[in-house]
């Protein structure tokens, strides 16, 4: 069965602060990881995917196989940061286009 | 281009009234999700569809009904309403990618309340 994991359901940091949201997985073959953002009374959007490999707004996460992660690192942290983070897992198993969401975290970026 | 367009915003029902909660979408996609949104359990999926025509439980279909007539409506239906379903509703259409994966696009929630 697949399962995403976010430890954290709060963190907070202070402006100018590195940031880690820590995501752990299980799944059985090869997983497509992304994260998802919901800042304060919006929907819920894209903020990076894993194989694009791309940097969003500052933030970068790296798929780690062998620890079954996909953390999402910010160097210097700002206040515009604050939401709640969702950590995603769809891959070819997934039935239908379903994807499996962990619990989600809430980060605060303090000034 | 509108992207997943939910109403209402905000809904406040009774325990026992039945109403139906809207989503479409304008991106051509096959597949569409619900979820539900609640403090501490992040993102539960209700039902889901592969297509018109077809739709499928996920992981908390009870007291939700859906249907997909066409591909750009999904409807969520609930026929008695409790207050266990109060909660943050999210419409989702679903776009497959090449790797196999998919990813997302959200509505903007609909939040409701069951007293």
């Known amino acids: 069965a697949q399962r995403v994991t976010q430890p954290e359901k709060l963190l907070s940091v202070f402006k100018g602060a590195p940031v880690e949201l820590k995501c752990n997985y299980s799944?059985?073959?090869?997983?497509?990881l992304f994260w998802y953002v919901q800042y304060s009374r919006q929907r819920l959007q894209l903020l990076l995917r894993?194989?694009s490999r791309e940097s969003i707004k500052g933030f970068t996460a790296d798929l780690n196989k062998g620890e079954t992660s996909f953390h999402l690192k910010k160097p210097f942290a700002q206040e515009e940061d604050s939401a709640m983070y969702y950590c995603?897992?769809?891959?070819?198993?997934?039935?239908?286009?379903?994807?499996?969401f962990g619990d989600g975290t809430t980060l605060t970026v303090k000034p | 281009n509108a992207g997943v367009t939910q109403t209402p915003k905000f809904q406040v029902l009774k325990t026992g009234q039945s109403m139906t909660l809207q989503c479409a979408q304008d991106?051509?996609?096959?597949?569409m999700s619900w979820y539900r949104q609640d403090p501490g359990m992040g993102l539960r999926l209700i039902h889901y569809?592969?297509?018109?025509?077809?739709?499928d439980q996920g992981e908390v279909p009870n007291g939700y009904n859906v249907s997909r007539s066409t591909t750009e409506d999904f409807p969520l239906r609930l026929l008695s309403a409790a207050p266990s379903q109060t909660s943050v509703y999210f419409c989702?259409?679903?776009?497959?990618?090449?790797?196999?994966?998919?990813?997302?696009?959200f509505g903007q929630g609909t939040r409701l309340t069951v007293v």
């Open positions: 799944y059985s073959g090869s997983p497509e």
């Open positions: 894993h194989i």
């Open positions: 995603a897992l769809s891959g070819p198993d997934t039935n239908a286009g379903k994807s499996t």
């Open positions: 991106m051509n996609h096959e597949y």
């Open positions: 989702a259409s679903i776009t497959l990618l090449g790797t196999g994966g998919s990813e997302a696009f």
């Open positions: 569809s592969v297509g018109a025509g077809i739709t």
